[in-house]
């Protein structure tokens, strides 16, 4: 393993080990909290030689004592000590017993020897080393005794230069160091753990446990969802998710692959079942017919057919109907959606392996390369059954899914040799149900999350922002939107939009009787406008009319009658420059009985100088009829008892240019033609 797998590892298991590193910690402090307190009391003393006149004789009573400390160190647990010990203080205990709580060391070419009591009692761990001291000493005079008969001073004295004292704090349980090794302890299992799980563990998890067992490509890496187990076809219900673009990359891949049978066929298998290659079956045939392809889905697996429960079709008749000439191709073959044929598998027969096998098959393959782009075939799996190795024979090659946590690396390494063995082609491998983080990714560019993908496909919006996280930015609420923008995102202003001017509101009359206005909504009135403009001399030699790209608008408009050809009209007197009235007023008697001339499906209004603001237009009062089926010969009719437009005075436009020829007529109009609004009901 590389270090990086280490890692790795670590990440993975990491809740293991932080668990088991908790529980020794844990452990660590329950363990102390049943140890009793215990104390620990020290008393020192001094050992000296008491007998030297000169320095020679010091010396060597020093050496001397020096030799002789670790033989008192040993005296001070022995029974001579203690049972006066025991009698003076009156501990119920042994001299046995007490030697195990009473311990006497001293230093390295020193002459101090410390005794030390401990109990669960500061004061009694205190009187203990005292009298342990003061007993010590007194049987090492006695044990020495008198240099001779004449000299009755004993040779080695001591004396205590430290009394014990009752201590403040307990010694023992020490709390802290107790829960610390038992939280390395835990950490350490907890890794150990985690290092025999990785290396005993064979299931396929990641590419590079499928590089280790095969050099066979992985077409396409389809992520796990949970909330999509039950949903076969994401290719349909969810056509925007990463699961759908994956099936998309692996229909990609298999252009690039030589199909080079005359079938034109794939088979799609696995290992073992529940690695989810029905699924991967159906939304690869979904996805091939996506883009244009004849698609047949055949059920091939004989033995626990699911293609027709997945996509709630007939399954009783199929392809073993047709095996057994009880049926022709056409007969049992089903329609799914609107671009894809499923032939179901039919009634599970006792030989599935002996029809796969047989003459029939070939055949019905041939049959089928002819009628179809690609027959695409779900088997049974590798290793239960030999049905698939078959089919692999009989088509082009073998499409193998693998399912992550689902197969072992010896499984699949198994399966792929059955296939090799029976003479079939491995196309690819198709990597199924992996987690997010072994894929490396959520989604991949240009697709949508899976929860995104189900608002799309049920026609629902994303959750917008609360109110109070929006208040918590500063941020104000939108009105009727469902998309809040990042305030670092700049936006563009937004310009206030003109105020319309007043219009003048007539009746129809007969003049508009013919106008389209069937495609305008009938909850609104429709809008007539006419705007009457006298022709200029470059319009009349050939200039850009008004209305025309190009040709600036002047904004002055009044309602005005349809506009005549200039050979059956009279002239307009110029009287001078007028506006519209801004208020209703009495329509007078109609100008010409003629009716106007203009196109089917659109507005007609003319146009006048002037102004720049737009002027009164027509407004019906009545909603309108439903359209005709054809659009272009619906029409609004108007009833004959409504006064018409016709008869409003003229708008008078001001004089042309001294440069500019005058027109020939000056009743002359001119026609702006605006396309009408879609109807909607």
């Known amino acids: 393993m590389e270090p990086s797998e280490y890692l790795a590892l670590l990440r993975k298991h990491w809740l293991m080990i932080a668990a088991l590193g908790v529980l020794g910690f844990v452990g660590g402090y329950a363990y102390s909290q049943t140890i009793p307190p215990s104390f620990r009391a020290t008393a020192s003393l001094f050992v000296s030689e008491q007998a030297g006149t000169t320095v ?97 001073t004993p040779h080695i004295g001591m004396t205590v230069i430290s009394p014990a004292t009752p201590p403040s704090y307990a010694f023992s349980p ?50 796990y969802d949970r909330k999509s187990t039950h949903e076969a076809a994401v290719m349909r219900s969810q056509p925007f998710g990463d699961q759908a673009e994956a099936y998309r990359r692996l229909r990609t891949n298999l252009r690039y692959l030589n199909l080079r049978g005359p079938n034109r066929s794939i088979v799609v298998t696995s290992s073992l079942p529940t690695e989810g290659k029905t699924t991967t079956s159906i939304n690869l045939a979904w ?10 889905l055949v059920d091939a697996d004989l033995r626990r057919p699911s293609v027709a429960r997945h996509l709630g079709i007939e399954g009783t008749v199929g392809l073993t109907t047709v095996l057994i000439g009880e049926a022709t191709t056409a007969d049992v073959v089903q329609r799914w959606g609107d671009m894809l044929d499923v ?32 027959v695409i075939l779900d088997s049974a799996p590798l290793l239960p059954v030999t049905d698939a190795a078959v089919l692999s024979r009989l088509t082009d090659g073998a499409l193998v899914v693998v399912g992550s946590k689902r197969v072992h690396r010896h499984q699949l390494a198994d ?51 609360s109110r109070r996280s929006r208040s918590k930015r500063g941020e104000p609420t939108p009105v009727g939107t469902s998309t809040t923008f990042p305030r670092e995102v700049p936006v563009a202003p937004v310009a206030p939009t003109p105020v319309p001017a007043p219009v003048e509101r007539a009746e129809p009359g007969p003049e508009v009787d013919d106008l389209d206005t069937a495609r305008a909504s009938s909850k609104f009135a429709a809008h007539v406008a006419a705007r009457v403009l006298p022709p200029t001399a470059s319009q009349s030699n050939g200039g850009p009319a008004v209305g025309a790209p190009g040709a600036e608008q002047p904004r002055k408009a009044a309602a005005q009658p349809v506009a005549q050809p200039a050979a059956a009209q009279p002239p307009t007197p110029q009287a001078g420059p007028s506006s519209a009235p ?5 329509v007078p008697a109609p100008l010409s009985d003629q009716p106007a001339v203009h196109p089917t499906g659109q507005h007609v209004r003319t146009v006048a100088q002037e102004e720049p603001r737009p002027g009164a237009v027509a407004v019906l009062d009545e909603p309108l009829a439903a359209p005709a089926d054809d659009d272009s010969a619906a029409t609004y009719s108007a009833p004959a008892d409504e006064p018409s437009l016709d008869g409003l005075p003229p708008l008078e436009g001001p004089e042309p240019a001294p440069d500019e020829a005058a027109p020939t007529d000056d009743g002359e109009h001119r026609i702006q033609v605006v396309p009408a609004a879609p109807w909607r009901p």
Do not use: C
């Open 287 to 296: 996805a091939m017919a996506e883009g244009g392809a004849r698609v047949l």
């Open 415 to 465: 399966g792929l040799a059955t296939l090799s063995t029976a003479g079939g082609r491995v196309l690819g491998l198709v990597f199924n149900r992996v987690s997010g983080k072994d894929v490396g990714a959520t989604y991949v560019y240009g697709s949508t999350p899976q929860a995104t993908a189900r608002w799309h496909a049920n026609g629902q919006r994303p959750q917008r922002a």
């Open 56 to 152: 020679g004789e010091s010396l060597q009573g020093s050496t001397y004592a020096q030799n002789r400390i670790e033989s008192y160190a040993q005296l001070a647990t022995k029974a001579y000590v203690l049972d006066p010990v025991i009698r003076e203080l009156e501990l119920d205990t042994t001299a046995r017993s007490l030697a195990n709580s009473v311990s006497a060391t001293s230093p390295i070419n020193s002459l101090i020897l410390d005794i030390s009591a401990v109990s669960g009692n500061p004061e009694k761990s205190a009187d203990i080393a005292n009298t342990v001291s003061t007993e010590l000493a007194r049987a090492v005079e006695r044990i020495e005794g008198a240099g001779s008969d004449d000299d009755t």
């Open 343 to 374: 032939l179901p598998s039919g009634q599970v027969p006792p030989n599935p392996s002996e029809l796969l096998d047989s003459t029939t098959m070939v055949e019905l393959l041939a049959e089928l390369a002819s009628s179809y782009d690609v």
């Open 174 to 223: 020490n709390t802290k160091l107790n829960a610390a090794t038992g939280f390395v302890v835990g950490v350490v299992l907890g890794i150990v753990l985690a290092l025999a799980r990785t290396i005993l563990d064979t299931r396929v998890r990641t590419q590079k446990d499928i590089r280790r067992v095969t050099d066979v490509a992985v077409l396409s890496t389809v992520r």
């Open 582 to 586: 801004d208020v209703e007023e009495p």
